[in-house]
């Protein structure tokens, strides 16, 4: 049966929006639950032309003290593969599982799938009660070993299996999926694994990937993530496991919306022309995107949209935006709509005037995204040169842009600097190594989906790695396994 819900306290900054003005956002509106915002990067333009703006469309959870949340249904997938047997993989991978059950609250579910040759379930779905502390996840975790390959398509089917029952009862469903290898047992395309991510999606199921080490395949861990709307981490060492999995279930018990989407409808004259950094669907004079879940954070779309000339001093009703989420608590779908609005000028000090630099930086951070993913398919093909080129031109573009990027320009010089150097190592070595490829995919899908990291220097904290001989719950090895596992 559906939990008694628990409020949980939220430290959730929130700034009062102002009147509408052409500076400021065009349109701010909050449910209970979410505060809706529309605005463009220039909302002042010039007169006398065709003009384009980058228009962001955001959403953040409310201000409130408390709220109520719905109860969660988490299936931790692990890998115990014998590639898990090196450099303290499997007593991080321990670590990291106990860590997520600390998150959850005694009313939440729980289940603990492992995989190798095959996957086993060694605790069934089941209320977390005492988390971490718990004897039968303790015991289940503490006993784990590394042996065998990676079926790892059967280990998330497992996990999904174990949350099924749940989702009719108002649980919501995540899958944290952990792998420090290549599956090489089922299927194991990007492809099959996309697919899995979208058929767990319709079924309203979100998972979490992290990829260990430099063995596993970051395409599929990413494509399977992205597909359910889901995070995705890469851990370059074992010691930053614990941070990663406290992290997700982090995002887990702070969810606030689900399945959010926007539809702009351009209007007198402007259209959509794409989506940066997300994917989207143009139809016409309308464009959706979505966004998937919404956690203690802000998230957002950006959308450049074309602009029709206009006399100085006119005001254009550009576009009309829908935003639509379900409510993780209720169930209910719920709608806004928001105006974006432009004013014209015939003074080009009004555009600089009124540009607002936080917009100006996020696109350009989205775009370094797309800029990222470029650069790594043409390294793919061999055109290591080309994608130097292209990173080259991008530094030259974000050291331009850091002046109008107000408090991002630090950011800006940052990415400029990153960029700078990954075109001199492509020249140097004429390939990405696997550690850049990995770094580079992972940081455009973090850019893109605004996904919170983890905290920096998390890969050199930490409890020291262990061998698996050293383990001081090896005694309760030999401990019988309880019932209900």
Not at 12 to 35: H, K, M, N, Y
Not at 187 to 197: D, H, Q
Not at 198 to 206: P, V
Not at 415 to 431: K, M
Request: proline letters at 5%; one cysteine or more; glycine letters at 8%.
């Amino acid at each position: 049966m559906f939990r008694t819900m628990k409020c949980i306290m939220l430290g959730i900054a929130f700034v009062c929006l102002g009147a509408l003005a052409p500076a400021g956002p065009a349109f701010s509106d909050s449910t209970d639950r979410v505060v809706f915002e529309v605005g463009a990067d220039t909302p002042v333009v010039g007169s006398g032309a065709v003009r384009r703006v980058i228009v962001r469309v955001l959403v953040r959870p409310e201000r409130r003290s408390e709220y109520v949340r719905a109860p969660l249904a988490v299936a931790l997938v692990l890998d115990k593969s014998g590639s898990m047997a090196s450099d303290g993989k499997m007593e991080n991978a321990k670590r990291g599982a106990l860590e997520a059950l600390k998150m959850l609250d005694p009313d939440d579910v729980a289940a603990i799938v492992i995989y190798d040759d095959r996957a086993s379930v060694l605790v069934k779905a089941r209320p977390v009660g005492r988390g971490a502390e718990e004897p039968v996840f303790l015991r289940a975790v503490s006993r784990l070993r590394p042996g065998g390959m990676t079926a790892l398509y059967d280990g998330v089917v497992a996990g999904a299996r174990q949350l099924a029952p749940f989702v009719a009862e108002g649980y919501i469903p995540r899958i944290v999926l952990l792998s420090d290898g290549i599956a090489n047992i089922g299927p194991s395309t990007t492809e099959e694994l996309a697919r899995l991510g979208r058929d767990l999606a319709r079924r309203e199921m979100t998972i979490t990937t992290i990829g260990l080490g430099l063995d596993y395949h970051e395409d599929l861990m990413t494509a399977l993530a992205s597909e359910s709307g889901g995070n995705a981490y890469f851990a370059r060492t074992s010691r930053m496991l614990p941070e990663i999995f406290s992290r997700d279930m982090e995002d887990a018990v702070t969810l606030t919306a689900r399945k959010v989407r926007f539809l702009l409808r351009g209007l007198d004259g402007a259209r959509p022309v794409r989506i940066i950094g997300r994917s989207g669907r143009l139809s016409g004079n309308s464009l959706e995107v979505s966004i998937d879940n919404l956690y203690g954070t802000e998230k957002y779309a950006l959308i450049e949209l074309e602009i029709p000339e206009g006399e100085p001093g006119a005001l254009l009703e550009a576009a009309e935006i829908v935003l639509e989420y379900t409510d993780p608590v209720s169930g209910e779908i719920v709608r806004q709509k928001a105006p974006l609005q432009i004013s014209f000028t015939g003074e080009e000090s009004e555009v600089e005037k009124n540009r607002r630099p936080e917009i100006v930086s996020q696109a350009a951070i989205a775009r370094n995204a797309e800029i990222r993913e470029e650069a790594v398919r043409l390294a793919d093909e061999g055109k290591a040169r080309e994608a130097a080129q292209m990173l080259g031109q991008r530094t030259k573009e974000l050291r331009m842009l850091a002046p109008a990027a107000g408090a991002a320009a630090p950011a800006m010089e940052k990415e400029s600097g990153y960029f700078e150097d990954l075109a001199e190592s492509l020249l140097s070595t004429g390939s990405l190594s696997n550690t850049e490829r990995k770094e580079v995919l992972n940081e455009a899908y973090m850019q893109k989906t605004q996904q919170a990291p983890v905290k920096k220097g998390s890969d050199d904290t930490g409890s020291k790695d262990q061998d698996e001989d050293g383990s001081e719950e090896e005694q309760a090895d030999d401990e019988e396994e309880e019932d209900d596992q």
